[in-house]
């Protein structure tokens, strides 16, 4: 075999380089007008999912680039504002009509009060109390200023126990568990109204109910609101936490829109934590508020800042 045969000539040494000088500026092209087309749009993908309607920017979609992207950005950002100014309009006008409603139902009520049938004044009451707690219910979904309180170190056991003792005040078994003092970072009145919900659904459905607190050694916390009711059935956890969802085959509702859990909801994940529903054993529910340490508090805050 004659291995000179097989030998590369400078000749095609030089085509190769002369090819490859032809076709790499054009791959670099190619590469680059790829990165400038999918950029854009990557940006886009990631700007829809993480839009909420009632946060962030007022124009979340970024408006540069080429024309066509500039464009594309210019009407998202357009829609972006016309569908927050219908659930804003939406917003106001539920929570006038809620709001306006007291008037009557007080006026409503202080002419029941004087009936002097016994029988129908309380049908009557109840019916009463049942419309004013919707009426507050929605209010304060509609609010959803749980992100405007200013943030506090709290003792924890002591907001706790508030809410525990105003339901065993009205005659309620409720009972708290967890230690005595334990400051936390916290939007108080947001979070106790959450608490507050859980031990109220709580009620509604059993004659007992435990709330406890637990701080786990990097000092995050959960928080546990279980009674003795029913319970309801796995497949339903996750829609009990959408609102107005009411699953009265499992739980008869003394009233209310079905707002309870989505107010818990929103105002456990306003401070970056979770809300976890499991049956408990042998009969009842378990609703979980898990919290994050003050330490990762900080670092989620300024995440979600940038």
């Given at each position: 075999?004659?291995?000179g045969s097989y030998r590369i000539t400078d000749r095609e040494i030089s085509d190769f380089l002369a090819t490859m000088a032809m076709f790499v500026p054009v791959i670099l092209l190619s590469l680059y007008g790829s990165r400038m087309i999918a950029s854009p749009?990557?940006?886009?993908?990631?700007?829809?999912?993480d839009l909420d309607p009632d946060k962030g920017p007022e124009r979340p979609f970024e408006e540069r680039g080429p024309p066509e992207i500039r464009t594309l950005a210019k009407s998202l950002n357009d829609m972006r504002s016309r569908v927050r100014g219908m659930i804003e309009a939406r917003t106001r006008m539920l929570r006038a009509i809620s709001h306006d409603l007291r008037t009557p139902l007080t006026r409503l009520r202080l002419r029941t009060e004087r009936s002097s049938e016994p029988s129908l004044r309380d049908a009557l009451l109840a019916d009463i109390d049942a419309l004013t707690l919707m009426i507050e219910e929605t209010l304060v979904y509609l609010r959803k200023d749980t992100s405007k309180e200013t943030q506090l170190r709290a003792d924890l056991p002591s907001l706790i126990n508030t809410a525990s003792?105003?339901?065993?005040?009205m005659g309620y078994s409720v009972a708290y568990h967890g230690p005595d003092r334990f400051a936390y970072p916290c939007r108080p009145h947001a979070l106790k109204r959450a608490i507050a919900n859980l031990v109220d659904n709580g009620t509604k459905f059993a004659r007992h109910v435990n709330v406890e607190l637990r701080v786990k050694p990097d000092l995050a916390i959960s928080i546990s609101v279980t009674d003795d009711g029913p319970g309801i059935p796995a497949e339903f956890h996750a829609d009990v936490l959408e609102p107005f969802y009411k699953l009265d085959s499992a739980r008869n509702d003394r009233g209310g829109f079905g707002l309870g859990l989505s107010i818990v909801k929103d105002v456990v994940e306003s401070h970056f934590g979770t809300l976890t529903l499991e049956n408990a054993t042998p009969r009842g529910l378990t609703a979980e508020i898990n919290l994050p340490s003050p330490d990762s508090i900080h670092m989620l805050a300024n995440a979600n800042a940038g």
């Open positions: 075999m004659n291995v749009l990557q940006r886009f993908s990631q700007a829809a999912r003792h105003d339901f065993a005040d």
